[in-house]
């Protein structure tokens, strides 16, 4: 089992950054991966970026790239998404979750998700 929180959304104007966490718990070793992913109101669930937590082997979606970036801290087993130049398309509840393929960007492939925190970018 593993448990994830999330921490680190809220309300930001656009261009502005927020940087959201997932802090992990339980059986969360270096080959599993940590991704987020996002939903925004009426939409479907999306990949935003993934690490495999072992390595420094990252994926992101073309949406966020050059604007997010996803890190970790073994030490604290916990994961970290840097949003900068935030968007009001941007605007949703944020998920991390666990899981065992490399830095997938498949819904499909996560086992372990965390219960989700909402980011709100105002224009």
């Known amino acids: 089992q593993v448990q994830l929180a999330e921490a680190g959304g809220g309300l930001v104007q656009a261009g502005g950054s927020l940087r959201l966490s997932c802090a992990a718990s339980g059986r969360f070793y270096s080959s599993n991966t940590m991704g987020w992913f996002r939903q925004a109101p009426g939409k479907e669930r999306e990949f935003v970026a993934a690490i495999v937590w072992g390595s420094d082997y990252t994926n992101y979606a073309d949406s966020v790239k050059g604007r997010f970036t996803i890190s970790r801290d073994n030490a604290k087993n916990t994961g970290y998404l840097q949003m900068n130049s935030l968007k009001p398309d941007d605007t949703a509840v944020y998920y991390c979750?666990?899981?065992?393929?490399?830095?997938?960007?498949?819904?499909?492939?996560?086992?372990?998700w965390g219960q989700g925190t909402q980011v709100t970018v105002s224009s």
């Open positions: 979750a666990a899981g065992w393929v490399a830095a997938s960007n498949k819904q499909s492939h996560y086992e372990y």
